[in-house]
Nanobody, 126 residues
Framework: VQLQASGGGLVQAGGSLRLSCAASGRTFRRYAIGWFRQAPGKEREFVATVSRTGSNTDYADSVKGRFTISRDNTENTVYLQMNSLKPEDTGNYYC????????????????????WGQGTQVTVSS
């Protein structure tokens, strides 16, 4: 599966952005999809993940209540709605895919994902 992330940009603190992760291939529904981010000089960190059908999700504590991950398997796309953005949300956001056996499983570790998109930059100004 090939992934393409988009929707990043420059936004003021308190604003919103919606990221999209578009996937190629007819087996998209077999994959859990995760979002990760990496700020300059920092390690890549987990943001959110969604299971194959979208029924199960997980979030990093730092984004709970502000970010929402969802997916549309008819469009082969996963979304990350980001509200109440903070300067510390700044970074390059990547989506990743992991083929899973159940709808419950949604990985939170970067090493569990097999496929990665190219990243989209999010900058939040104070």
């Amino acid at each position: 599966v090939q992934l393409q992330a988009s929707g990043g940009g420059l936004v003021q603190a308190g604003g919103s952005l919606r990221l999209s992760c578009a996937a190629s291939g007819r087996t998209f529904r077999r994959y859990a999809i995760g979002w990760f981010r990496q700020a300059p000089g920092k390690e890549r960190e987990f943001v959110a993940t969604v299971s194959r059908t979208g029924s199960n999700t997980d979030y990093a504590d730092s984004v709970k209540g502000r970010f929402t991950i969802s997916r549309d398997n008819t469009e082969n796309t996963v979304y990350l709605q980001m509200n109440s953005l903070k300067p510390e949300d700044t970074g390059n956001y990547y989506c990743a895919a992991d083929q899973t056996q159940t709808d419950y499983y949604r990985p939170t570790l970067a090493g569990e994902y097999d496929y990665w998109g190219q990243g989209t930059q999010v900058t939040v100004s104070s």
